[in-house]
């Protein structure tokens, strides 16, 4: 089981990952796009990561992006929902 301090750490990398792809995950939970669970299933995803350091670099350097960067656990939720789709 992932630390809490883990998980708070990728839930904010989560965060500002969306926010820099201009997408409101609060928003998409409201609208229907997205569950809870599947965000927590995102934020578990991105636990797996074995370089956030880096995802923390990209993110400093681009703080509006049109696309995830290769790297990510989550290019696909982050793409549907750009997207206006379910994730």
Do not use: Y
């Not at 995830?68 to 696909?76: G, I, L």
């Amino acid at each position: 089981m992932q630390s809490t301090s883990t998980l708070k750490r990728h839930a904010q990398l989560v965060d500002r990952m969306a926010n820099s792809l201009g997408v409101d995950l609060e928003q998409k939970i409201m609208e229907g796009q997205m569950t809870f669970d599947t965000l927590g299933d995102v934020v578990l995803a991105c636990t797996g990561c074995v370089n956030p350091e880096t995802c923390e670099k990209w993110l400093q350097q681009n703080k509006t992006a049109t696309a995830t960067p290769d790297f990510c656990r989550n290019t696909d939720v982050f793409s549907l929902l750009m997207a206006g789709k379910h994730a």
